[in-house]
């Protein structure tokens, strides 16, 4: 197991330190600034690589904080990093909003989109990227597996990149929680515009189902007081970002909780994950969480298939880890996956 990730680390770095050389200086846009483990998995697997290859972040925002002129200020025409999350498309606005914003206000700055996968609903929201990422003229776009790639190759007037989606540049949790629950479906909504169609069967003696994106018992009115205080803080300052030079220093205090905030749900990611001997998920970073825990699991697609395409692309040749394409299918290798001992 260790060797599939040191290998998908390695194309990372095959990818990225071209484009970042040690001794730059970069802003980093698009915190996720939600619970969702995921996403902030993401962003810290992403300042890992940064601070280990000597890349200096001298500006970082989420979508609701960016500021065009603070990040000038902040970085000069230095490169402007997109993180990588949610999708190079249209399912999450603020997200995209947020692409489109800095692709039309900072010309004179590179910009780097990192990992995605991408995926356009409606042509005319294609086609207003399209026109920006033309206009802006140095725009590099990395594509974390080969449907997305060849998409984006097809799409876009730009350099497009094959990349292993960044969280993977994550260190696995040294203590893992000891497990509860024979076969955890970790599953998303099926309201969730990316449910990928297969039902959870009902729960029971040795299965549990939950969503991750759900408020939970032990979640952040459970967690100790310092980082209640500094979720709060975050939330404030969301709500309030103020104008002007206040404005600006408020931006910079809510941008100092998002590392120990990411950090905080990605731990939450891993210990609900860790309920389980065997895990049954259709979301990526399920997934990906458990390839870099060793954990064994059974994966399936989501509804635009970057699960799939990952596991075509990357993954599929993790030991501890088998693909299914309908419920039955997926608790019958989770079955066979406890009776083979591999947990």
């Not at 299965?207 to 209640?228: G, H, I, N, S, V």
Request: proline share 8%; charged share 20%.
């Amino acid at each position: 197991m260790r060797e599939i990730v040191e290998a998908l680390r390695a194309r990372i770095d095959d990818a990225l330190v071209p484009l970042l050389p040690g001794g730059s200086t970069v802003a980093l846009v698009n915190f996720p600034d939600h619970g969702n483990p995921g996403d902030p998995a993401i962003w810290l697997g992403t300042r890992a690589w940064l601070r280990r290859h000597g890349v200096r972040v001298a500006y970082q925002a989420s979508w609701q904080s960016y500021r065009a002129g603070e990040l000038r200020r902040a970085v000069g025409d230095a490169p402007v990093l997109l993180n990588g999350g949610g999708n190079l498309g249209d399912l999450y606005g603020g997200q995209q909003g947020t692409r489109e914003r800095v692709l039309a206000e900072l010309r004179d700055n590179p910009v780097i989109q990192l990992p995605q996968s991408m995926y356009f609903r409606e042509a005319a929201n294609l086609e207003r990227m399209q026109r920006l990422v033309a206009e802006h003229g140095h725009v590099t776009l990395l594509l974390r597996e080969a449907d997305s790639l060849a998409r984006a190759q097809a799409a876009f007037p730009a350099p497009a990149v094959l990349c292993p989606d960044l969280a993977l540049a994550l260190d696995a949790p040294v203590v893992r929680p000891i497990p509860d629950v024979d076969v955890l479906w970790l599953g998303r909504d099926p309201a969730s515009p990316e449910h990928g169609g297969q039902l959870a069967p009902p729960a029971g003696p040795g299965l549990r189902r939950l969503d991750w994106l759900a408020t939970l018992p032990a979640d952040e009115q459970a967690w100790p007081a310092p980082w209640r205080a500094l979720l709060g803080v975050d939330r404030w300052l969301g709500r309030h970002p103020g104008v002007g030079a206040v404005g600006a220093a408020g931006r910079r205090l809510q941008a100092a909780t998002f590392t120990p905030l990411a950090r905080r749900w990605v731990r939450r990611g891993f210990d609900l994950l860790g309920q389980g001997r065997v895990v049954v998920t259709d979301t990526l970073h399920g997934h990906l969480l458990c390839v870099l825990t060793g954990q064994p699991h059974v994966a399936m697609d989501n509804s635009y298939g970057k699960v799939g395409a990952t596991w075509r692309t990357w993954t599929h040749a993790c030991p501890t880890a088998r693909w299914a394409t309908s419920a039955d299918e997926a608790v019958r290798l989770a079955r066979e996956l406890l009776e083979n001992g591999t947990s």
